[in-house]
């Protein structure tokens, strides 16, 4: 056959070649370490070197993780038990959890009431975040909010049916005049939910019961890693829809809507955020009339959410500014409107641009909630660094106190991370 | 070849522009512009590049603005009135030279997603014309995939179906072909001339001179911003009168 072939150029091949295995040397565990950590005589230095420090490091945590106490009225008796061991002392977190979670002044057997509310909150965002379960789920979507105030702060449940009346009526106004004049139908909307709210807030004081069901809970016993949660969860959901408002209202061809946006956006970002929350636990008491009593969560919250909607609205800017013309001309010449075009077209690229942007800034967000420990109010840092080392019992136990607090914060952001990435895969459609 | 110009053309007046002018800044791109196109008249706009070409027929639906004269469209004058340009954009159909096609949408859901919530149709009945459509430019098999997934010339058949399926008197193409491989052209180019076939109302910005001359019934050449010559593709073609007709002819049709 080789003859054959030194004899001519033409080549016809009259069977397949079966499949055969690679080589043993280079497949599975052996081809990757080869390949990976002892591919030269330096690779096999630095592997050594990684391998020694790994075990340095090791050596020291693992006893002290694996050694810990979890049983122990205070730090001295920590090291009773340890007796010179090395040894974390975890008895803290088992004997203030409570505290470290809600807070020190939430009372305790009310405790079932944010966990409940933490409870309904997954069944709440899983609609939103994943789009293939049934949209009827969105019902709870839109009660959460009201539930979760009800649950929380308790006080008569007239207030929560109240702000859910004024929303309702607001949107039933908007959808019947915004479909013709979206502007009548917008500014409408939010009047008549004003109405309903001070009709509402009205009826409220006048038929407050003596007791009602759920004992109300002041914001300022509000506390922990709950109150992280709140703000997180609170200020992400609001200064999402504010930033694409905001991104929207910057590209606007009306000058008035435009400079509003461009200044707000650029004020915002320019000023420090401890800044804004000082003005919220200090300066806001002097524009609001005095005996109004406009609460600090709440206070907060705006100033949260007016920061990081600034900062959304910037990366969505950039994804709408990633868009090629084309889709704008295209939405425009099949007659379009406005909203639809935003709506059906160009937000729905935008944003899928925007997750990686969007995700780091409410990542930021829910790690900057512990900034308000600065204006005194007992979020988990405020609760590690106040009440709990303070306290004679478990003053200087920080390692074991801040690195639960890490792994908190690294549990959630890592989920949104995740997420993000799935949502990535998930919406990718371009086939690149 | 004259087959298709032995079409019906009515009296009736799809398109009037009068006196239009345009300028970007101080750059006058467009220059007393007058044309009249009768319902079912195939117009071809050749011109050399930055002739204003692209530029005159996106004034028809608005994508730009012109500052002086007056557009009618099917009867509509064409003013700044956003509820009176949505309309004329829903009767008026437009393919571009990139496609546009929304990435994020099937291929399906681009076609029905106009006349669903701009016409209001139910989603069954956009559904079926839409499918009537994408097998007109012989593609229904593709309905469900993206359009990342599909070519060239594949994009710019679904893009043609999408405006279609709007039920558009007019058709407006800014350069369709030429962003597309030299095998994927005949196949949009046929999916046009059976367009013309069946009557539609045409107004093509091309370089193939071959459409032109098979499907046109009337042949327009722009350059810098002025109408230099219209003819019928026969004596446009054969017996150019302007110098500047004449320089391009040569060039295009030299090789």
Known sequence: MSDAHAHSVAFVRTEVIPQSPPPAQQTGVMKWLRDNLFSSWANTLLTLVAAWLIYLILSAILPWIFNGVWNADSLTQCREILAGRTGACFAVLTERWNQLLFGYSYPRDLYWRPVLAFAIMLVAIAPVLFFDLPRKLLIVTALFPFIAFYLIWGGPILTPIVALLGCGAGYVVFNRYGKGNFAAGFFGGIATAFVVWGVGGFVVDLVRPETPWMTPVPSRDLGGFMLNMMLGVTCVSLSVPLGIVLALGRQSDMPLIKGICVVFIEFVRGVPLITLLFVASVMLAYFFPPDSTVDLFLRVVIMITMFSSAYIAEVIRGGLAALPKGQFEAADSLGLDYPQAMRLIILPQALKISIPGIVNVAVGLFKDTTLVSVISMFDLIGMIRGPILASTEWNGVYWELLGFASLLFFVVCYGISQYSQWLERRLATDHR | ?255
């Open chain 2, 1 to 255: 070849m004259a087959q298709a110009q032995e079409l019906m053309v009515s009296d009736e007046i799809a398109i009037d522009i009068s006196n239009m002018n345009k300028w970007y800044g101080s750059f006058h791109v467009l220059r007393d512009i007058n044309l009249k196109v009768r319902r079912g008249e195939r117009i071809v706009i050749a011109g050399p590049s930055g002739s204003g070409k692209s530029t005159m027929i996106r004034c028809i639906n608005a994508l730009e603005e012109h500052q002086q004269g007056r557009i009618e469209v099917d009867g509509t004058v064409l003013s700044s009135d956003v509820k009176n340009i949505d309309k004329i954009r829903s009767e008026v159909g437009m393919v571009f030279q990139h496609f546009n096609l929304f990435p994020h949408l099937t291929i399906l859901e681009n076609c029905t997603l106009a006349p669903i919530w701009v016409r209001k149709i139910p989603k069954k009945e956009a559904e079926a014309t839409a499918m009537h459509f994408l097998e007109k430019v012989k593609i229904p098999e593709q309905a469900n995939k993206y359009p990342g997934q599909l070519s060239g010339g594949q994009q710019q058949r679904v893009a043609i179906a999408r405006s279609l399926c709007m039920r558009p008197r007019i058709m407006l193409f800014d350069e369709p072909t030429s962003a597309l491989d030299p095998e994927m052209i005949k196949e949009v180019l046929d999916t046009m001339v059976s367009l013309a076939e069946e009557g539609m109302t045409m107004l093509c910005v091309t370089h193939e001179m071959g459409f032109a001359r098979q499907v046109a019934n009337r042949v327009i050449f722009m350059d810098a911003g002025q109408i230099v010559e219209q003819n019928e593709p026969e004596e446009f073609f054969n017996n150019p009168q302007n110098e500047r007709t004449k320089l391009f002819l040569s060039q295009i049709l030299g090789h």
